[in-house]
């Protein structure tokens, strides 16, 4: 099932779209900025932290195409490590999201982003130091405990690794040690950085899944299916373990069948012995995503469904069409997965829990436990 893409660019690697960098004016000689620049070989401007605004014309959300073009190199001010900003309606993962920046060169209909952020430019903070010496910190104080961190919260987590190398960085950082792991999520293809690393099983390579139908009409300056898969099965042959996450489910014509092909290629492609999880998530979003993302994408008609706003004050899917396509997409996976894989859903409720997979995380210890547990098989 090969759908016609709107661009016939090879976006495997989307840090390609880039044309400008700018540098905070007080991170000049940063080292660690230095090699970005370096290895980007774009134009570089100077610009005092007072004049973030100016960096792309125009106003929000109109300027926001234009603005993927940009990369601001800047000093995170606050603290990089956070919960995953759940909400206590629906079952969370206990996950925490290292924020190394905010926003992508991808360019995805849906995103969450472009509702949460008020700047059209990508940024990524450069002060690596305070980063590495805040997670030492953390991981010194909670010893006996487990965690799972990620960095695919508010930016994707390889789509600018070709010219940041943080993979590098982190991933033989958390190779160290017994009591964490790092799960890097991405839709793009460059993992060509993560080869020949020592990860020592302590960081998950992560791919965002969708049907072939969403992917080539609603994630622009994405990897396409196959590429992403390609990408899953280097990196299963270097000893990663791998995770996939479907979602958001989108409603559209055929989408029985859209899924089951992915997760046909998904198993065609990658040793599922090597998958740890897959999640489930409906597609939802906040109410003034709907304006921003219809504003930008006037082809899209994703948003023209039935919705009903949730206990998050996200709209949702009524729950029939929710069950009715989860429940197609789980028996399909439990025919197929490794049985040491969880399977879970992000951000639902015990009762579409029940309904759909026979039980409530509380059963299993929770969800952070399910998941601590497919880690540490």
């Not at 991933?171 to 080869?195: H, M, R, S, Y």
């Not at 039935?306 to 996200?314: A, H, P, R, W």
């Not at 039980?359 to 210890?365: D, I, L, M, S, Y």
Request: proline letters at 4%; one cysteine or more; hydrophobic letters at 40%.
């Amino acid at each position: 099932m090969k759908l016609k893409r709107h661009s016939n660019i090879d976006w495997k690697d989307p840090s390609r779209y880039l044309q400008k960098i700018f540098l905070e004016a007080s991170s000049r000689g940063n080292q660690y900025a230095e090699e970005i620049i370096a290895r980007a070989g774009l134009p570089v401007t100077i610009v005092d932290d007072k004049d973030f605004d100016n960096i792309v014309a125009g106003n929000y959300p109109a300027n926001l195409s234009t603005g993927k073009k940009s990369l601001l190199l800047c000093s995170n001010k606050g603290e990089f490590l956070k919960g995953c900003p759940a909400t206590r309606e629906y079952r969370c993962c206990d996950y925490q999201v290292i924020n190394v920046g905010m926003g992508c060169p991808m360019n995805c209909v849906y995103c969450i982003l472009q509702a949460y952020l008020n700047n059209p430019y990508i940024s990524f903070f450069v002060n690596i130091d305070d980063l590495f010496n805040e997670l030492q910190k953390k991981i010194d104080a909670e010893a006996s405990a487990f965690s799972r961190i990620g960095t695919g919260e508010f930016s994707d987590s390889m789509a600018l690794d070709r010219i940041t190398e943080l993979s590098r960085k982190l991933v033989p950082f958390f190779g160290q040690w017994g009591n964490v792991i790092l799960e890097l999520k991405t839709k793009c293809a460059a993992v060509d950085n993560l080869k020949d690393l020592k990860h020592n099983d302590k960081t998950i390579v992560s791919w965002s899944l969708n049907s072939p139908e969403i992917m080539a009409h609603e994630e622009f300056r994405a990897a396409t299916l196959e590429q992403r898969l390609e990408a899953a099965a280097k990196c299963a042959s270097w000893g990663y373990p791998l995770s996939f996450h479907f979602d958001p489910i989108i409603a559209h014509d055929n989408w029985q069948e859209g899924y089951e092909y992915t997760i046909d290629a998904l198993f065609s492609a990658v040793p599922k012995s090597a998958i740890r999880w897959i999640s489930l998530g409906g597609f939802r979003y906040l109410p003034k995503l709907k304006d921003i993302a219809t504003g930008r994408f006037p082809h899209s008609t994703i948003f023209y469904h039935e919705f009903i706003e949730g206990l998050d004050k996200k709209q949702r899917y009524f729950r029939p069409l929710r069950t009715s396509i989860y429940k197609t997409i789980y028996q399909k996976l439990s025919a197929v997965v490794d049985p040491k894989t969880c399977i879970y859903f992000c951000m639902e409720s015990d009762e579409i829990w029940q309904e759909v997979m026979g039980f409530v995380p509380a059963q299993k210890g929770g969800l952070g436990a399910m998941l601590d547990a497919s880690v540490q098989r």
